[in-house]
């Protein structure tokens, strides 16, 4: 429930601005691992989740 609002804020923004939106973890990750995608008008994965 609380990753749909995330993904909606994140959808909301990159729709008003007309740009992506991207989400990093925290720390020294090095690339974004969510997304609007403004093509696809929806937040994508952009990276594999960790396996620990």
Known sequence: ???DVFCGFLQEIG???GKPVLM???GDC?????GFD???DRVVLLTEPLVR
């Open 1 to 3: 429930m609380r990753l």
């Open 38 to 40: 403004v093509e696809a």
């Open 24 to 26: 990093d973890l925290e």
């Open 30 to 34: 090095g690339h974004p691992v969510l």
């Open 15 to 17: 729709r008003r601005l």
